[in-house]
């Protein structure tokens, strides 16, 4: 269902889990992201505010408001918040089904 959208990333050894909230503006274009985590690198700044959802969705990575942030705040490559991020903004947006995703690292 378009509008509304919460992902929940447990990023692993670090022990850090992030609950990402999504929710599709009245101009059904823009999205509202918050974030709610125990890391304080993705704590540290918020995100943009006027994310236009299919915008984010296709843009290319060094591109992408959410990959920015990520750059400025995150020292840490691996980690799989800003993939999540952007998954929500998808679904919120109704450009992407409600559907788990998942890493095996054996």
Same mark, same amino acid.
């Not at 269902?1 to 850090?16: D, H, I, L, R, S």
């Not at 591109?63 to 400025?72: D, F, H, N, P, R």
């Given at each position: 269902?378009?509008?509304?959208?919460?992902?929940?990333?447990?990023?692993?050894?670090?022990?850090?889990?992030?609950?990402?909230?999504?929710?599709? #503006?009245?101009?059904?274009?823009?999205? *509202?992201?918050?974030?709610?985590?125990?890391?304080?690198?993705? %704590?540290?700044?918020? *995100?943009?505010?006027?994310? =236009?959802?299919?915008?984010?969705?296709?843009?290319?990575? #060094?591109?992408?408001?959410?990959?920015?942030?990520?750059?400025?705040?995150?020292?840490?490559?691996?980690?799989? =918040?800003?993939? %999540?991020?952007?998954?929500?903004?998808? =679904?919120?947006?109704? *450009?992407? *089904?409600?559907?788990?995703?998942?890493?095996?690292?054996?």
């Amino acid at each position: 269902m378009a509008g509304e959208c919460t992902v929940t990333v447990k990023a692993g050894v670090c022990g850090k889990t992030t609950k990402i909230t999504t929710k599709q #503006n009245d101009d059904g274009m823009t999205v *509202l992201v918050s974030i709610e985590t125990d890391c304080p690198m993705v %704590g540290k700044n918020p *995100l943009p505010t006027d994310i =236009v959802s299919w915008e984010e969705v296709g843009a290319p990575f #060094n591109e992408s408001k959410v990959y920015a942030w990520a750059t400025e705040n995150i020292r840490h490559t691996a980690c799989p =918040v800003p993939s %999540g991020i952007i998954k929500s903004i998808e =679904v919120a947006g109704g *450009l992407g *089904l409600k559907k788990d995703v998942s890493f095996t690292i054996e």
